[in-house]
């Protein structure tokens, strides 16, 4: 489950789906979809002869992976895991909170790394519903990411 890394992409010099937008990344569905009536009325190619139609589209796009809870969340993990690649990061493995298994401590729970040692998060970091936690190794350098 390893993600690859390359820590010389440098993927912030790209605008995000978000940033076409003009809405940050924790905007509801209904503020992304405000932003998108509002850009698509404006550089629609009918409407305005001077736009580009790369900025229609690019528009048009990105509407289309937000409005979809599953294609941005899967989106959303991207950008994470672009985030994680800039710092040189590795992702060990994208899991859910179940997939944790109890330790002698009740309060903690754990999940085994590649390199022998164990991601610990405690219980009361898992309250908080749809949230992502990073969760650093123990002993080595990679992280597991935890939906909540």
Known sequence: MLESMDCTNDASSQPTLYDILGCPQDSSTEKLKEAYHSLILKHHPDKNSDTDTSTFHNIQRAWDILSNPEQRKEYDIKIAQADFDSEC????????SKELEPTEDSE?????????????????????????????CEDCTFVIIVDT
């Open 89 to 96: 990061v590795l992702i060990f493995a994208k899991i859910n």
């Open 108 to 136: 903690i729970l754990s999940y085994p790394c590649r390199c022998g040692s164990n991601y610990q998060v405690h219980i009361d970091d898992l309250l908080e519903k749809n949230c992502v936690l990073h969760i650093p």
